[in-house]
C-alpha cells in the first residue's frame, strides 16, 4: 500500500520550462489536493479536486494548471515556469473534502 | 479566511520534558488537523479532531471549540520527535488554513 506517490522528487527548471508534476494515490480516496511550502509560510493550496471530474482553484492559482486524470491521479503542471515558482511541492488525498489529509513525500523543484 | 496562528515558533527541550504546542483560529471551525514534518521528509497526520481530546500513544490533542484554541501535547519526550508541528483547519467547505509550524527539538 504505497499511498501517495508523487513525482519527481527533484527537478531544476530554468526560466520559460514547462513540467508536470504527477501525483497518484491508491487509497480510493475523493479528493486530491496539490500545496506549495515556502520558507515561513504555511502550506497553501494551488489547486484541488472534490472529486473525480472536477478541479478548482485554491489560493495561489496563477502560473498552474491541473488535470484529474482519473480517481487515482491527480497532475499539476507548470506552463512556463518562472522563479516564484521555486518551492516545495506537495500532492496530498483525502477520502472526502476536508477529511483527514495524506500527504505525498514532496516535489523539491528550482526554476532558475 | 481563518487565521491559525500557532506558539512558540521554535521549542527546544531536553528529552523526557513533557511538551505542549498551541493553536489558535479566529473563525469557528468544523475540524482541526495536527500533522508532523520531519526534517527534509513528508508530511504525516496526527490528528483530526473537532471536540474534546485524542490521544494516541505518547501524543494527547485537545481542542476548546468556545475559546477557538487547540493544544498538542507530547510526554516523555524523545530526539526522534524532533520535527515540525503544523496546525489546519477546515471551516466545513474545501479548503484547510494551515498555521506556519512550530519547530520543535528535542536534545538527548
Known amino acids: 500500500n504505497a499511498g501517495v506517490t508523487q513525482t519527481p522528487k527533484f527537478q531544476v527548471l530554468k526560466t520559460g520550462q514547462s513540467m508536470t508534476l504527477q501525483c497518484a494515490q491508491d487509497?480510493?480516496?475523493?479528493?486530491m489536493y496539490w500545496y506549495r511550502q515556502d520558507p515561513g509560510m504555511g502550506l497553501r493550496l494551488i489547486y484541488y479536486?472534490?472529486?473525480?471530474?472536477?478541479?478548482d482553484k485554491g489560493e495561489v492559482p496563477n502560473g498552474y494548471n491541473v488535470s484529474r486524470l482519473n480517481k487515482r491521479e491527480f497532475s499539476l503542471r507548470l506552463e512556463s515556469a518562472a522563479p516564484s515558482q521555486t518551492s516545495v511541492y506537495f500532492c496530498?488525498?483525502?477520502?472526502?473534502?476536508?477529511?483527514?489529509?495524506?500527504f505525498g513525500e514532496g516535489s523539491r523543484l528550482t526554476v532558475l | 479566511k481563518n487565521e491559525v496562528e500557532q506558539s512558540p515558533q521554535n521549542l527546544t527541550a531536553q528529552e523526557g520534558e513533557f511538551i505542549t504546542i498551541n493553536c489558535s483560529y479566529s473563525?469557528?471551525?468544523?475540524?482541526l488537523h495536527w500533522l508532523q514534518q520531519h526534517p527534509g521528509g513528508g508530511i504525516v497526520s496526527l490528528f483530526m479532531?473537532?471536540?474534546g481530546k485524542k490521544k494516541h500513544g505518547r501524543l494527547i490533542a485537545t481542542i476548546n471549540i468556545q475559546e477557538k484554541h487547540s493544544s498538542l501535547h507530547i510526554t516523555a519526550s524523545h530526539p526522534r520527535d524532533s520535527a515540525v508541528y503544523i496546525c489546519?483547519?477546515?471551516?466545513?467547505?474545501?479548503?484547510?488554513?494551515f498555521g506556519t509550524g512550530t519547530r520543535l527539538t528535542i536534545i538527548p
Open positions: 473563525v469557528g471551525i468544523s475540524a
Open positions: 489546519a483547519v477546515s471551516s466545513g467547505n474545501e479548503k484547510l488554513t
Open positions: 496530498a488525498s483525502s477520502r472526502d473534502i476536508a477529511g483527514e489529509l495524506f
Open positions: 479532531l473537532s471536540s
Open positions: 479536486s472534490a472529486s473525480e471530474g472536477t478541479t
Open positions: 487509497m480510493n480516496h475523493n479528493s
